[in-house]
């Protein structure tokens, strides 16, 4: 397959979806470093006319995306448009761009099952969708790195291309050896990796085998860093896919694996992915999404639940919120709210415990709610006036006074 036809094939795909992007030159400035593979057509001219030139307009930007589905373009750059009172014409250029936004949307679409020419193009482009990982990923055997040493040598290696670029008048072996190794030396000194070769921590913590500091002739340092800088890419795609597993629907997920990817968050602090994943599966508020949110959270360290906690504003599902309020010791029940009225009347047990951590004020608030329900919970109205018996006559004098 010729790299136009895949570049083709892909857009497609995304025209057929309706992602269009309408940008002027100053956007696309913006994203024209992301953009990785392109087909550029022939410069336009399309016009609109109409009794007003808000009826110009607005039929003007559906024949926009009319001409963009024509011609199988995802971006269309429009230059110097002319307006008069009823009339618009506009210059634009028809683009299929694969952008890394583009490129990504693509590798999470086809984690599975994907069609042959579809997996031409990706070929074609040297793009590895998530098919791959994800097999890996049911099968058990997908890899979880140091993800601490992974940013921090992907920052690195950006720098000392960045530095070597700058002195490239000069790219000696001198020069490739002193940018390599200062920024190498420094994420040594960051893991207190001094006593082990560099070689053996890649393959430990990021399962990289590459063997650094082979210098050749012409900047051999800086060819190990572009190298290197290539074997990182795929543990991108990786880092990605641990996101994007905890996005696909219960049915699909591998939960032993979502767990090791959950441990590997707490383990290196990224408390944000972890609270992301807890609230979505919290928001969902469906039973299946429901028991992974419970399977999720019970596995993790109680430091780690707590600062979940502290971000969730609760009350909003019923199951999970009973759930949390009975899962958790009394100090952090007081971070769960549940509407006391569906605890009245579908958990006597767990009302009281409830009712009990109340301010004396929503006490008296609720018992008010209770007074005016036409069935009451014989068990729970005794209980309430043994224990706030006072609070209850308070209640029914406010009803006698009024």
Not at 44 to 64: H, T, V
Not at 88 to 93: A, G, L, P, Q, S
């Amino acid at each position: 397959m010729e790299k136009n036809t895949a570049v083709k094939t892909l857009v497609d795909i995304l025209v057929g979806e309706e992602l269009l992007n309408i940008v002027d030159s100053n956007s696309f400035d913006l994203i024209r470093d992301e953009v990785l593979h392109y087909i550029v057509y022939e410069p336009k001219i399309i016009y609109s006319g109409d009794n007003s030139l808000k009826g110009a307009i607005e039929k003007l930007k559906r024949k926009e995306k009319e001409f963009m589905k024509k011609f199988g373009a995802n971006y269309l750059l429009v230059d110097n448009p002319s307006f008069n009172k009823n009339f618009v014409i506009e210059k634009v250029t028809p683009m299929a761009i694969l952008g890394k936004k583009e490129i990504d949307y693509l590798k999470r679409k086809f984690y599975k099952d994907v069609p042959r020419n579809i997996m031409d193009a990706f070929s074609e482009l040297e793009i590895e969708p998530f098919s791959k990982l994800y097999r890996k990923y049911l099968s058990g055997s997908l890899e979880m790195i140091n993800l601490d040493l992974f940013f921090e040598l992907k920052e690195s290696i950006k720098k000392a291309k960045e530095l070597y670029n700058f002195c490239g008048n000069n790219p000696s072996t001198d020069i490739g050896r002193i940018v390599w190794g200062k920024y190498i030396k420094s994420v040594l000194n960051k893991f207190k990796f001094e006593e082990e070769g560099f070689e053996d921590i890649l393959k430990r913590e990021l399962g990289i085998d590459i063997k650094l500091f082979t210098f050749y002739a012409y900047g051999g340092a800086i060819y190990d860093v572009y190298v290197l800088d290539g074997k990182l890419k795929k543990l991108e795609d990786l880092v990605s896919f641990y996101d994007f597993v905890f996005t696909l629907k219960p049915s699909e997920r591998k939960f032993k694996k979502d767990v090791e990817i959950l441990r590997l968050y707490e383990r290196f602090g990224m408390q944000d992915k972890i609270d992301t994943i807890l609230l979505r599966e919290y928001s969902c508020n469906k039973p299946d999404h429901n028991v992974l949110f419970v399977r999720y959270f019970s596995s993790l360290l109680r430091d780690t639940q707590q600062k979940f906690l502290r971000n969730l504003k609760s009350g909003n599902n019923v199951a999970l919120d009973i759930y949390l309020f009975c899962y958790l010791p009394k100090e952090m029940k007081g971070k769960i709210k549940i509407d006391p009225l569906y605890l009245y009347e579908n958990s006597s047990r767990i009302f009281k415990e409830y009712f009990d951590l109340m301010p004396k004020e929503e006490k008296i608030s609720v018992i008010r709610e209770i007074q005016k329900l036409d069935k009451g919970n014989k068990y729970l109205d005794e209980w309430l006036s043994e224990k706030y018996g006072d609070l209850v006559k308070e209640v029914l004098l406010e009803d006698v006074l009024q």
